[in-house]
């Protein structure tokens, strides 16, 4: 069974920083584009930036220069840093990855928990 762990929310002042982990857990993963995703009350989940398995990365203009997505795929985790935090990156922080279970699996995507940010003052 695969599961992904978020980690590392919090609450922290305007113009802080967080950094947010997911892992995957599961044997012998396939692991492709690892994602992070935002939702804040009332509004809908919104991509914010996205790693290939190779390690190219895209992110949402709204993030741009102040976050930075990295992973570690030898412990298939990704990582979302986030400085000069605002307090409209207030959300639900969720990461997505896309996985097969073995060489021969179908691809699906999988959901983390989310973990909550909150900037504030």
């Known amino acids: 069974q695969v599961q992904l762990v978020e980690s590392g929310g919090g609450l922290v002042q305007p113009g802080g920083s967080l950094t947010l982990s997911c892992t995957a857990s599961?044997?012998?993963?396939?692991?492709?584009?690892m994602e992070w995703y935002r939702q804040a009350p009332g509004k809908q989940r919104d991509l914010v930036g996205a790693?290939?398995?190779?390690?190219?990365?895209s992110y949402a203009d709204s993030v741009k220069g102040r976050f930075t997505i990295s992973r570690d795929n030898a412990k298939n985790t990704v990582y979302l840093q986030m400085n000069d935090l605002k307090p409209e990156d207030t959300a639900v922080y969720y990461c997505?990855?896309?996985?097969?279970?073995?060489?021969?699996?179908?691809?699906?995507?999988?959901w983390g928990q989310g973990t909550q940010v909150t900037v504030s003052s």
């Open positions: 599961g044997r012998n993963l396939f692991i492709g584009t």
């Open positions: 997505n990855a896309a996985i097969r279970r073995s060489y021969y699996d179908v691809t699906n995507k999988y």
């Open positions: 790693m290939t398995s190779g390690g190219s990365a």
